[in-house]
């Protein structure tokens, strides 16, 4: 799984575009400018090593796997930012509406990605 181009374009592309997506949740919720965010090539980093366990995710959950990466892909990066990263005084729940869009934005990326390699591979 790991091993095929297309699985790293999607792992990479999906941090990316979840990247944005946060910053715009970020944006639509509190605020904040959306290239605080989106704007950070550290941020942009964070978001595609985050996103890098979804493959593996997707396989072992079998049916349930979707929602199990989307739960790692809100709450892995919430735990990061309240210990680590910050903004550690924005409240868990908040940062967990901003991460539920990088969310939906990797797994849609991600899908789409593989989905368009295999097709133009096949």
């Known amino acids: 799984m790991y091993g095929e181009l ?13 990247c944005f997506a946060t910053g715009l949740f ?7 400018p959306v290239m605080k965010v989106a704007g950070n090539p550290a941020k942009h980093l964070w978001s595609v090593i985050f996103a890098v366990p979804v493959p593996l995710l997707l396989f072992l959950g079998g049916a349930g796997g979707v929602l199990l ?3 790692w892909l809100v709450l892995a990066p919430t735990a990061a930012s309240k210990l680590h990263f910050g903004p550690k005084d924005v409240p868990a729940m908040v940062l967990n509406a901003f991460h539920s869009g990088y969310a939906v934005a990797v797994l849609f990326v991600y899908v789409l990605v593989t989905w368009l390699m295999a097709v133009a591979i096949a």
């Open 6 to 18: 297309g699985v790293w374009l999607g792992i990479v592309a999906g941090g990316i575009a979840g």
């Open 26 to 32: 970020a944006n639509w919720l509190k605020g904040v």
């Open 69 to 71: 990466a989307f739960a």
